[in-house]
Each structure stands twice: as structure tokens, then as C-alpha cells.
């Protein structure tokens, strides 16, 4: 899946946007990619000389193809909002460095409604960088929350 395509699931602009493609998509799975480059504007300050992704940028990141996966999953979703309600087990393993590619790689483990628990984690050359499992759900509508 496209960037163009991505977009159409993910309400995420620039520079929040943190998944450029969709490698692997199943009812269950989902594998995306980000590059990472020395453009990303949190560079600038994180850390001057040796930039460093953010940790929970890598998390967003992970959220956000974890958003893609939900949103295939559920009809009519144009128009609702996803909302990331938490997150356990994070561990961070390794830097993230300008150049990388970030292989985010999600897990449903169990889904109740609009709401999903997934095992989530990142990976750069085949080596773990970050793990979690989060926890979003499917809002409604604006429309509908107005009414």
C-alpha cells in the first residue's frame, strides 16, 4: 500500500506522518516501513550531533500502521477518529538513526468492537529496536459525537 493510500486511512499529515508504506497486510498483521531520514524535523533538537529518533515517535509510528490495520478492519470508517488509549510493555532496544529503515511490524491479540489490543514492534536491519503492545479504538463520527 502507497502512500496516497495510507493517507486515506490515516488522518496523520506532515511531518506526524510517521508510516511511508504497507509492506504485508492480513486480517490479522500488518508490516509497514518508515524511512528515516536527516530531514525529520525532530532531528534538530534530538540531539544536536547525534540525532537520535525519539523513542515515542517510534511508538506513534507503530500506532499509526497499527491505525491502517484497524481501519481495514471496520466498514465505513471515513470520518472517525482512532484513538490510542494506551500502551504496556514498551522497551526500547536499540537507536534509531537517520538512514533507517523502520519495519513496524503489528499483532491484533484481541479485539472487542472498535476497540483493539496489539503486540507491536519495530525493527531496523532485522535487529529489534522497540516493542509494546498498545491498546486504540475507533471513535465516531463527527457527525455522529454532534448529534
Known amino acids: 500500500m502507497d502512500i496516497a493510500k495510507i493517507m486515506g486511512y490515516l488522518p496523520h499529515r506532515y511531518p506526524f506522518l510517521l ?3 504497507i ?3 492480513t486480517s490479522e498483521e500488518i508490516v509497514g516501513l ?4 536527516i530531514n525529520e524535523p525532530f532531528f534538530q533538537g534530538h540531539f544536536p550531533g547525534e540525532p537520535i529518533m525519539p ?3 517510534i511508538i506513534e509510528a507503530l500506532a499509526q500502521t497499527g ?4 481501519f481495514t478492519l471496520v466498514s465505513d470508517f471515513r470520518g472517525k477518529p482512532i484513538y490510542f488509549m494506551g500502551m504496556d510493555k514498551v522497551r526500547f532496544r536499540k537507536p534509531v538513526r537517520p538512514g ?6 503489528l499483532k491484533i491479540l484481541k479485539r472487542r468492537g472498535p476497540t483493539f489490543k496489539m503486540s507491536a514492534e519495530a525493527f531496523v536491519e532485522e535487529q529489534l529496536v522497540a516493542e509494546a503492545e498498545l491498546l486504540a479504538t475507533i471513535g465516531a463520527a463527527k457527525s455522529e459525537r454532534e448529534a
Open 23 to 25: 509492506l504485508e497486510l
Open 55 to 57: 523513542g515515542v515517535l
Open 19 to 21: 508510516v511511508d508504506r
Open 34 to 37: 518508515k524511512n528515516v531520514t
Open 100 to 105: 533507517d529503515q523502520l519495519i513496524l511490524k
Open 67 to 70: 491505525g491502517v490495520l484497524a
